[in-house]
Nanobody, 117 residues
């Protein structure tokens, strides 16, 4: 069974940086497309960034130039480097995987990111 576990969230001041990580198990990691999504209180979940099995990336306009998504297929990890953080980046960030075999989406439980002075 596919499992995703996120880490790296926390409290950071505006302008600061955080690096989120997601460890995947139960699948051939390198074959799956993956992504980071976030949900702020009272708002719908939104896409942050995605990365294909081949390494192609896509970003929400709101994070372009500030966030970088990457994957390490040898370690089964997905990372999100977040720089120049803003209060509006405050949200629960979730790791998402699209199964290469079934196209089913899997989600981690999420990690809280709070940007505040």
């Amino acid at each position: 069974q596919v499992q995703l576990v996120e880490s790296g969230g926390g409290l950071v001041q505006p302008g600061g940086s955080l690096r989120l990580s997601c460890v995947a198990s139960g699948t051939i990691f390198r074959l799956n497309a993956m992504g980071w999504y976030r949900q702020a209180p009272g708002k719908q979940r939104e896409l942050v960034a995605t990365i294909t099995s081949g390494g192609s990336t896509n970003y929400a306009d709101s994070v372009k130039g500030r966030f970088t998504i990457s994957r390490d297929n040898a370690k089964n990890t997905l990372d999100l480097q977040m720089n120049s953080l803003k209060p509006e980046d405050t949200a629960v960030y979730c790791c998402q995987l699209t199964s290469y075999s079934s196209l089913q989406n899997y989600w981690g439980r999420g990690t809280q990111v709070t940007v505040s002075s």
